[in-house]
């Protein structure tokens, strides 16, 4: 998703309620729960190369290389 959708799809709601991300996938759920909350501690820029890992996991090389773009960061937590 790229800010200005973001953006766009943020506008139809009240400013003032509050933002909970959550996920489904298996990996990051508990037994007997079927998603986990996040909520949104940060939002910042870096510099940062979109890798995966030797396992295929998706990840980022942070730092100016030739293959580095800006992307925008929006930092979770699961202690609500």
Do not use: W
């Amino acid at each position: 998703m790229k800010v200005k959708e973001l953006l766009e799809k943020l506008r139809a709601f009240d400013p003032d309620q509050d933002v909970i991300c959550y996920c489904e996938d298996k990996g990051l759920t508990t037994s007997g729960h079927g998603f986990r909350l996040f909520e949104i501690s940060n939002v910042d820029m870096q510099e940062a190369e979109k890798t995966r890992c030797e396992d295929g996991v998706p990840s980022l090389k942070f730092g100016k290389t030739e293959h580095s773009v800006a992307i925008v960061l929006i930092e979770i937590t699961s202690d609500l």
